[in-house]
Each structure stands twice: as structure tokens, then as C-alpha cells.
């Protein structure tokens, strides 16, 4: 072993406390770059792999009653690898143990054989076989949530009649990976499942025999979908076809996309805080090592080391402290991203996993984190290299200082000399003073990045289950019934007020720029669904016109007073151009209302009613769900109660999570800077510490020195965390916005709060450490050490 190298390791040991805080800021971006690209890419990885195996379609299409003999011109168009003709209609499930009715979609499968598009993973049992009444397969999310297995039995409302039916598999399908009920926010695995049926059985049981309503395409690579969706559209539109679309308005695929694009972004948001942090901390160490070891480097140039040799052992420093923080990093990423895997495995439902050990995973972590820390050096190695010897062995002269304020300092006569002592340490450095509060500061930001969300979502489910959606519940009908429906629900058990909607589907536009949405009928008067402006305030719908969410207004490109054209998909794509009348609020999907009547005279085919929302007494919910469980017009029940709480439960697991994670990494960003920080002040200033215990102040005064530099710094950061935090946070806000769902852009001033006093806690955790140092202060040992 080289001298050099032998000093490296005495560096190392003597160092360790600064070394380990500097290695900890780079481990965290490490491990975040790990995590993030990790993750991102065995989310990605399993979806593909779980799409190309069981050929999920790439184009849908849905229709009235279709014949099947279309099947053979549907194959036909240029670009079509091969399509499955379908019966798909939601149902009504009664569980046994469950008082609500749960919802459901069943869908047809072959009789034989597997289907040519979208293919069921059999997890266990076997699929159910055409000749034997009332056998399914149903999706494991369900299953599990019910300790179903092959043999299982449950009763289900199928076209208005009740069915026992014996469960024969458990599968899981590319289609329904995030599987979501009608009304739902999130997930609820106990009152959505997924049931698939041979066709034989779905033709008897609707009366599709011979017909589909559903069509699932897959198309060849590099195939042109837009005329595949047009040729599509011409052969449906005479059976009452929607409209096709692709994986975009999949709802399954859409949540998987919208996940994937935030990791995505979070691995390249994140990682570069703490590298940046990073290598400003080594650039603080470097610095004050090399002016420390001046002679030692002065003596090594008079021995014969040259610049490069001396210049390459303190990069050997740099790049031993990043190996330690690329070690740590790796370590805890990859354990913690297999834990995030696992949580998305369960959150979707894959039935495999694939997590990604691609070692260039690693390589760019590790070249990134060094990359980062050699920036940071390469001030402090220059000098070394451009340090003649004989200079070298010669102390440095003395700073050059000014006084303050052009010698007109009687305003700070008001400070002890101590504070005024302080204080002016740092404004004669002030670039490295604000680089650390700006570090500091960083911590602050991620705090207040992280806690936004809370108060985000709790003004997200104030508006959604309070202003807007106030009923109780929501009952869908199979298809549209005539006003008379909302006498028959008003007269069901427990229901104290009722209010119908009707909805259709709808293509947007204006000019080029379209989207696919919800066109929603809302009774004028309505007080249990109420559309709200951006204010949060009641709007009544107008006699016409429409009322546009903010979201789909600013994708459109829509303002009051414009003709949105609107393509009404049920009604064989008649297009109307209808006006703008209110840019209103939402938070949920893309939807735009208008008054009933409106609506009622824009579709020209008469009052109908898509459902009604209901106001429930209390004390008869149950005798309200079994009267829903024997009545064949009603498709599904969506209760906000229960929507409400599965939301805000599935919310508050994955936030808690969120939040743990980046309070440690506050901590850590904050500790290493305060840490070091102090210890530079400490070697920097010891001897005239030591010189002021010597004169007489004591402990306690000589250590107010170093804590008003450390909270001057912690203050200013204040400030400047809240300012960049609020920024990192309307980026989240921005990022996450998609035609699924929105937050709100909300931050109360306790969330600030919370996140300075986190901070300021760890901050003063690593001045008192460094404070003990000065109460063991060496007086003599230090005082006869040269400047």
C-alpha cells in the first residue's frame, strides 16, 4: 500500500462522522434512483409481458346488439390480428354475510377453447364449461375478498333473475388489472368482481343469441388504428355502436399508464436534489481538508508527489465517500423497491411479478452519485494541483476582511459582541451561508412536498362527497327507463329523497382537439348531486347550454361563449354544436352537464333516465339493499358511504407510506448539511473559541457563538423551504393531472409549520452533537495549534 493510500484510510477513520453524513445524502439519491427506475421499470416490464402473453386488445368498441356474422368484415380490416365478439352486461352479486348488494361485470368467454383476445390466467380450478347451468370464473381481487374457491357458491341478479352460480376457476385477465366499480374512487375488492361465462350461457341468460355487445380488438404492429377505429365505427354505427376507442379509454389501462408516468417523473425530480446537496457538502469537507493539510500537500510536491498524484488521492476520497453512499443506496433501494413492487402487485393485480435487477440500474446510480461528487471536489483538487510547493509550505495569508456596514455599525450596539461575532461570520462567506441554507432549505421543500397531499385530498373529499355528490347512494339502471322509474325508486324501503340523472357518452370538440367524456343530464333544483363552479359554489344547469369542467376546458381549449361540437355516441354519432355556458368544477374523470331537459331534447329521443340518486333513511339500509337485490332494473348500487371510506383508507395507507419515506429523507438532507456545516464552523473557529473560554465567557457562551450561525442559516432556510416546496408541490399537482382524476392545489399554513419544525428539530439533534465538541474543547492543545 502506497503512503498516499495509508493517508487516504487515516482520513477516512478521523472523518467518519462527516464521511458516513455525506455518504447517507448521496445513499438517498441513490436509492431513490434505484426505487423510482426500479420500480418504473418491473411495473412496466410485468404489464408488457402480461399483455403480449394474453394478447390484450388494443382497440374496444361497444355496440347495442350487434350480429356475429359481422365478425368476418370486422376480421377483415387492414391492420386486425384478431377480435373477440362479446356479451358484456354489468350485474347485481348477493353474497352471503354481505347486507349490500355487490356489483359486477359478466362477461362471455368461448365455449371452447381459449379467447383469441384478452386471455384469462388461470390461477386455479377450471373454466367453466358450456353444458353445466351457472358455472364461472371470477377474478382473484373478488375471490380472495370473499375466501372464494373453486366450489363456491353465490347468488347473482342476472337480467332481472336470480341465479345461483358456482364458482370453477380463479383467474386473472389483462383487462381488469385495476378492476374499479361503478361510483367508486378506488379499488374495492369486496363489492366489485369481474365473472366470466361461456357464451352459450351470457346468449341464454340476455338474450344475445347469435349478437355481441362488445367487441375487443388486437391489431398488428405498426398497424394504423385511427382507420382501424373508423373502419370499426362503420360497421357498428347502424347496430347503436359507442364509438371504438383504444388503450387510452381502457379504464384498467389508464390508472396503469397514469402510475407508471409518476414514477417516471419521480425518478427524475428526486434523485437530483440530493446529489446536488451532495456534492455541495463534499465540496465543504474538500475545502476545509486541503486547507487544513496546506503544509502536509507543500511538504508531499517538496518530496517528489506530483500535482496529479496528490490531485488523484483526493479524488480517491471523493469517490471512496460516493462508493459508501452508492453501497448504502443500492442496499436500501433495492429492498425497498421489491417492498413497493410487492405493494403494487397487490394493489394491481398481476399474476406474476417481475422485478428488474438490470445491472445498469446500478451503473447509472453509481456513475450519477460520483459524477455529482466529483463536481463538487473539483474546485478543492484544482487548487491542490495549482499550489506551488514553496507557497504551499508557507501559512496562507490572512483573509482579507471588511467591516461591516462602511464602519456605521452603531444599529448593532443593541447586539452582544458575541451575536455580532457570529453574524459576521457569515456575511463574510456569504456564498458558502447561502448555500447552506439553500441546502437546508431542500429539506424544508420535500417536507412540505410530501404533507401538501394531505391537505390536498382532505379538500378533494370535501368537495366531492360533501358539496357536490351529497346522496347516500346511486342506483343505475341496465338501460334508459322512463321518467316513471323515480316514482318506483322514491317508493323503495329507507329512500327519503330521489333525484334522477341521465348520462350518455359523448365525443367533445373543438377544432382539432377532442376528448372522449360523460355527457351528464342533472335535474335543475338537484340538492342531493349538485354541479359546483371554481369556487366551490351550487350552479343551477341553464334552460341549454353546456356546463364544461375546467380540466376538459383547458384541454379543449373551450371558454364561455364558444360551440363545443358534440358527437353523441348512442345516437349513431350525430354531431350538434351545442354552447358553452360555465366552466364549472371537477376533480373526477372528464364530464361535462347540462340541465335534463337539455339533454333530454339534444339525444331527441325522449325523457329516459340513466338512474337515480338517493337520500337514505339511516335505519332501513338494509331493508333498501334487499329490495334493490330483487329488482331486475337496477344494474348497480353505488354507495358514497362506503366509496368515501375505501377512498380516503386506500389514500391514507399509501400517503402514510409517502410521507414516512420523505421525513426520513428530510432528516437525513438536514443532518448532513447542519452536521457538517458545524463541524467546519468548529475546525474553523476553535482557536478563537478556545481564546474567548481563555478570556473569561462561558461554556454556554462561547457555545452561542456557533448556535446563532447555525440558527441564522436554519432561519433564512424557512423561507426559502416553503417557497420551493410550494413550487415542487403545484409541479406534483401539475404532474398528477390527467382525465382521471385531478388534486386540488391546497396547502394550509400548518403543513408549513410542520415541516420547519421537523426540520428545525433535526437541525438542533446535530448542533448539539457538534456543541459537545465544544464543551471538550482542548484549550491548551488548541491554542498552541498554528492558524
Known sequence: MSMLDRKLLRDLARLWAQVLAIALVMA???????????????????????????????????????????????SGIDGVSGIELRVVRPVLLDIAGMAEPATGVAVSIPDRGEPVVNRLYLRIGRLPEPGRAGEVAVTEPFALAHGMRPGSRFEAILNGRKKTLTVTAIVLSPEYIYAMGPGDMVPDQRRFGV?????????????????????AVRTQRGANKTAIIEAVNAILTPFGGTGAHDRDNQMSHAFLDNELTQLRGMAIVIPPVFLFVSAFLVNMILSRLIALEREQIGLLKAVGYGPVAIAWHYA???????????????????????????????????????????????????????????AGAARAILTVVALPAAVAMQPPAPTRYRSLLAGKGGSLKMFSQLTIMALRHLVRWPVRTLFTAFGTSLSVALLVTALFSTDSVDYMIDAVFFRAERQDATLSFAQGLSPRALQAVSAMPGVMRAEPYRATAAVLRNGTRSRRLALVGVARG????????????????????????????????????????????????????????????????????????ALDRLLADGPRLSGVRVALDPARTDDLYAAVKQTPAVASIALQGVSRRRFRET?????????????????????????????????????????????????????????????????????????????????????????????????????????????????????????????????????????
Request: hydrophobic residues 55%; proline residues 3%; aromatic residues 10%.
Open 28 to 74: 438517498c439519491g441513490v436509492a431513490t434512483i434505484v426505487i423510482a427506475l426500479g420500480a418504473y421499470r418491473s411495473l412496466e416490464e410485468t404489464r408488457s409481458v402480461f399483455y403480449d402473453r394474453y394478447r390484450f386488445a388494443d382497440l374496444f368498441a361497444g355496440a347495442t346488439r350487434a350480429p356475429l356474422h359481422l365478425g368476418e368484415r370486422l
Open 651 to 787: 389514500i391514507e395507507t399509501n400517503m402514510s407510506m409517502m410521507m414516512t419515506t420523505y421525513m426520513i429523507l428530510a432528516i437525513i438532507i438536514t443532518i448532513g448539511v447542519i452536521y457538517n456545516s458545524a463541524r467546519i464552523q468548529l475546525s474553523e473557529r476553535a482557536r478563537e473559541l478556545a481564546s474567548l473560554r481563555v478570556l473569561g465567557f462561558t461554556r454556554a457562551e462561547v457555545a452561542s457563538v456557533m448556535l446563532i450561525e447555525l440558527g441564522a442559516i436554519v432561519a433564512v432556510a424557512q423561507p426559502l423551504g416553503w417557497l420551493f416546496g410550494y413550487l415542487f408541490a403545484w409541479l406534483v399537482v401539475a404532474g398528477f393531472a390527467t382525465d382521471l382524476f385531478r388534486i386540488p392545489f391546497v396547502i394550509n399554513p400548518s403543513t408549513f409549520a410542520v415541516a420547519s419544525l421537523v426540520v428545525l428539530a433535526a437541525a438542533a439533534v446535530s448542533a448539539l452533537v457538534v456543541l459537545r465538541r465544544v464543551d471538550r474543547l482542548d484549550l491548551v492543545r488548541v491554542l498552541k495549534t498554528r492558524e
Open 195 to 215: 365473472l366470466f361465462m361461456p357464451r352459450s350461457a351470457m346468449e341464454g341468460l340476455f338474450d344475445m343469441k347469435g349478437a355481441f355487445n362488445d367487441l
Open 526 to 597: 338537484a340538492r342531493l348531486s349538485r354541479v359546483l363552479d371554481v369556487d366551490l359554489r351550487a350552479v343551477e344547469p341553464p334552460e341549454a347550454g353546456l356546463l364544461v369542467s375546467d380540466y376538459a376546458a383547458k384541454l379543449l381549449g373551450l371558454r364561455i361563449g364558444d360551440r363545443a361540437e358534440v358527437e353523441l355516441l348512442e345516437q349513431a354519432g350525430r354531431v350538434e354544436f351545442v354552447p358553452v355556458s360555465a366552466i364549472v368544477s371537477s376533480y373526477v374523470g372528464l364530464t361535462v352537464y347540462m340541465s335534463s331537459e
Open 316 to 374: 480517491k476520497l471523493t469517490l471512496v465517500i460516493a462508493a459508501i453512499g452508492v453501497v448504502i443506496g443500492a442496499a436500501a433501494g433495492n429492498w425497498t423497491g421489491r417492498a413497493m413492487t410487492r405493494l403494487y402487485g397487490e394493489f394491481f393485480s398481476f399474476p406474476f411479478l417481475i422485478f428488474r435487477q438490470s445491472l445498469d440500474l446500478y451503473a447509472i446510480a453509481a456513475g450519477a452519485t460520483s459524477i455529482a461528487a466529483l
